[in-house]
């Protein structure tokens, strides 16, 4: 836990923590290894050998899955939406020196990826495997996030964190006492489809809603890996101010979302709240 010292939330009124997930490990990070580490025991009790999943060209899962399967004896297939280029991008070859495999799919084929003959045309090119859903966001993922308000040991009444799938956002809200509450930060445009995404993956988890949280679906500054210069001078901003670097796809946006909740006063002065860094910043070309 890292307390934020900044003029802005004094004058608001409000303390903001950071809650260091980045600093997990270094090629697992942060909310990845939260939802991966529940999945690997289960693979490990099945019995499985492979672990596949899918991701973008650039993201971070498709990483920690390569990472984190080669650290665990698991092979690893990534099944990458849209086509190969060559040289792979500093992401995908990172991922294939871990021994990941890679797959691609078209986009069309990429919305399919879930329908029973597509994952039977991946077991007929890649043998068994253990499913993990795109983002890894499923229920022993959601378990996994879970456990992260339990590890912060002072009281605390908000809780922000950013959201791709929602997996993340599902496992902190139902991991939350009486009296405190979630905030999730869209990192994609559209995000209201979030709070579906999130109702269910609580409902699979534990069979209803958990948790008091909503989303903030006004700071996707333009889509999902997108940014404008506020949103770089913001985090430009911030590493000089706190030393810390901040995860442009999705940290930052969560976190200028929280700076502008509090001077909005959307926070009771007096507040505290804890922001969750969900992982670190990769350089821009990784
Ligand atoms: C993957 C990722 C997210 C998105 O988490 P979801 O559970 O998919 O909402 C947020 N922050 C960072 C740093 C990530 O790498």
């Known amino acids: 836990m890292q307390r934020l010292a900044d003029d802005r939330l004094r004058a608001a009124g409000v303390e903001v923590w950071l809650k260091r997930e ?42 920690a899955v390569a990472s984190a399967g080669s650290r665990c004896a698991l092979s690893t297939v990534g ?101 405190q509450r979630a905030i999730g930060f869209s990192a994609l445009k559209g995000g209201s489809f979030l709070e579906r995404e999130v109702d269910a993956l609580q409902f699979r988890t534990f069979g209803s809603r958990r948790g008091d949280w909503r989303i903030e679906t006004g700071y996707h500054f333009g889509g999902y890996a997108r940014a404008t210069s506020e949103l770089e001078a913001f985090i430009a901003d911030f590493r000089d101010r706190h030393g810390v670097v901040l995860d442009r796809v999705y940290v930052a946006k969560m976190m200028y979302g929280t700076y502008s909740l509090a001077r909005a006063g959307v926070f009771e002065p007096g507040s505290r709240v804890v922001a969750v860094i969900t992982g670190p910043s990769f350089p821009p070309s990784a």
Not at 28 to 48: I, S, T
Not at 90 to 115: E, I
Not at 148 to 173: H, N, R
Request: charged fraction near 25%; proline fraction near 4%.
């Open 79 to 179: 099944i990458i939406r849209g086509e190969q280029h060559l040289p792979l991008n500093p992401s995908l070859a990172f991922a294939v020196r871990q021994g990941m495999r890679l797959g691609y799919l078209d986009r069309d084929a990429y919305r399919r990826k879930a329908d029973a003959d597509v994952l039977d045309g991946l077991r007929a090119e890649f043998g068994s495997f253990y499913l993990l859903p795109e983002g890894g966001s499923n229920e022993l993922a959601v378990l996994g996030c879970a456990e992260i308000p339990a590890e912060i040991d002072m009281d605390f009444d908000v809780i922000c964190c950013a959201c791709g799938t929602g997996g993340t956002l599902a496992g902190i809200a139902a991991g939350l006492r009486p009296g």
């Open 22 to 63: 980045d600093l997990i490990h270094a090629e697992v990070p942060g909310n990845k290894w939260r939802k991966l580490k529940y999945n690997l025991a289960e693979a490990r009790v099945r019995g499985d050998r492979t672990l596949l999943t899918f991701g973008g060209a650039y993201s971070n899962h498709i990483r």
